[in-house]
């Protein structure tokens, strides 16, 4: 694993928990010398990261679109911001450029890109895994309407070991680090 994508919120949340967990998400990232892949900009949890990485002398992949460059402030920090056309491009990037996927509590933006990872991984080929830092718990809503497709048959189990998820960011590395992708059918 050379590169790891954060999707986070580009608000930072109410609790100063968020962007003190995000800081030290993206100072592990950067001192086990792995590139931070996110979506260039400077605000809320995704500039907190950037700025946490960069700190402690990491680099920093920031792709953004031409119109998002003002609203979500692109990071005139970063060593490499690629400035796309359309959101799909921007996914479509993280998905090329990342190794594995980190994912920190955000809002709809941040799931939309987790589960389109993870919808690649299932039709696509994606191999990639996904770790979730459940922080205050904020993801477990999440776990169990994903234990619910589970038990009401829309989605094979075998399909969550693609995902992880922990309270503590270095295990989820260790975790998405050591992740080996076996294939599993959509259908059940
Ligand atoms: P949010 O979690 O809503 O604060 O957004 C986090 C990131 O997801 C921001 O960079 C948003 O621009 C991005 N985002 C929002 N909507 C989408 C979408 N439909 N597809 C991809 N990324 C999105």
Redesign the pocket.
């Known amino acids: 694993m050379k590169s790891v994508a954060v999707?986070?919120?580009?608000?930072p949340g109410k609790d100063p928990v968020y962007a003190e967990e995000t800081r030290a998400a993206g100072r592990l990232i950067a001192e086990r010398g792995l590139t931070l892949v996110y979506?260039g900009?400077h605000r809320?949890l995704?500039g907190a990261a950037a700025d946490a990485a960069l700190a402690a002398g990491g680099q920093v992949h920031g792709v953004?679109?031409e119109a998002?460059k003002s609203r979500?402030m692109m990071h005139a920090g970063i060593q490499v911001c690629e400035v796309v056309e359309t959101?799909?491009e921007?996914?479509h990037r993280f998905a090329e450029l990342a190794d594995a996927f980190l994912v920190l509590p955000?809002?709809?933006?941040?799931?939309?890109?987790v589960f389109?990872m993870w919808s690649r991984a299932q039709l696509q080929g994606l191999n990639k895994p996904i770790g979730i830092l459940n922080t205050k718990d904020f993801y477990l809503p999440q776990i169990q309407m994903i234990d619910r497709m589970i038990e009401e048959g829309f989605l094979p189990e075998a399909q969550r070991k693609w995902v992880a998820v922990s309270k503590d960011a270095g295990d989820l590395l260790d975790w998405l680090a050591n992740f080996q992708f076996s294939p599993v059918s959509k259908w059940l």
């Open positions: 999707f986070c919120g580009s608000n979506g900009g809320g995704m953004i679109t998002l979500e959101m799909a921007r996914k955000g809002g709809i933006g941040t799931l939309e890109e389109d």
